[in-house]
């Protein structure tokens, strides 16, 4: 069955960068894409990026200069980098499966908190 | 971006109750290739969202058919025909038609 799993750190020094994975099966990278979305804490979901079915990426505007989405289809892995974090970054981070905008599988989520 | 704002915000309803979402985009979202990419998602409690409805009107498989979708260019309507106690959580309606792609607020559905 389809399923999708972010991992990465749980805390991230403000100004650094954070690294998440996204592990998948039941599906290939290169026959769906993939979508990064955040959920600040009591707010609605934010889209991120995403990365297609044939590498090509997408990325939100408002985080286009800090954000990387990249992949290794070898081993079903979608990865997300997004540099010079500030508090405002804390929330859950959720990886999608994305067959043209449809967000149908979703991760459980990561938490990821920007502290000192 | 495209705005979508949800209404109400909260909804109180009983068990076995009909309600609506409403969900109005600042923009129509009917795409060139003649579709509509208008979602609605459901967030329980401690969960992450699960989609219900995608394309304005199309039940995701296995989403029971209490659940309908309708509208059109820039207003939407989520309907639960007999609300259950499994329907308790957050609504979302998505959109795709333009990037990026954004979200609305919410509406948080609670036991009266």
């Known amino acids: 069955q389809v399923q999708l799993k972010e991992s990465g750190p749980g805390l991230v020094q403000p100004s650094e960068t954070l690294s998440l994975t996204c592990t998948v099966s039941?599906?290939?990278?290169?026959?769906?894409?993939v979508s990064w979305v955040r959920q600040p804490s009591g707010k609605g979901p934010e889209w991120m990026g995403r990365?297609?079915?044939?590498?090509?990426?997408a990325y939100n505007s408002a985080l286009k200069s800090r954000l990387s989405i990249s992949r290794d289809t070898s081993k079903n892995q979608v990865f997300l980098k997004m540099n010079s974090l500030q508090t405002d970054d804390t929330g859950t981070y959720y990886c999608?499966?994305?067959?043209?905008?449809?967000?149908?599988?979703w991760g459980q989520g990561v938490m990821v908190t920007v502290s000192s | 971006d495209v705005v979508l704002t949800q209404t109400p915000p909260t909804l109180s309803a009983t068990i076995g109750q009909s309600v609506s979402i409403s969900c109005r985009s600042s923009?129509?979202?009917?795409?060139?290739?003649?579709?509509?990419?208008l979602n609605w998602l459901l967030q329980r409690p401690g969960q992450s969202p699960q989609l219900l409805i995608y394309s304005v009107s199309n039940l995701e498989s296995g989403v029971p058919n209490r659940f309908s979708g309708s509208g059109s260019e820039t207003d939407f309507t989520l309907k639960i025909s007999g609300v259950e106690a499994e329907d308790l959580g957050v609504y979302y309606c998505?959109?795709?038609?333009?990037?990026?792609?954004?979200f609305g607020a919410g509406t948080k559905l609670e036991l009266k």
């Open positions: 923009q129509s979202l009917l795409d060139s290739d003649g579709d509509t990419y």
């Open positions: 990365m297609w079915y044939d590498g090509d990426t």
């Open positions: 039941g599906f290939s990278l290169t026959s769906y894409s």
């Open positions: 999608t499966r994305d067959p043209g905008g449809v967000l149908d599988y």
């Open positions: 998505m959109q795709a038609t333009h990037a990026p792609n954004t």
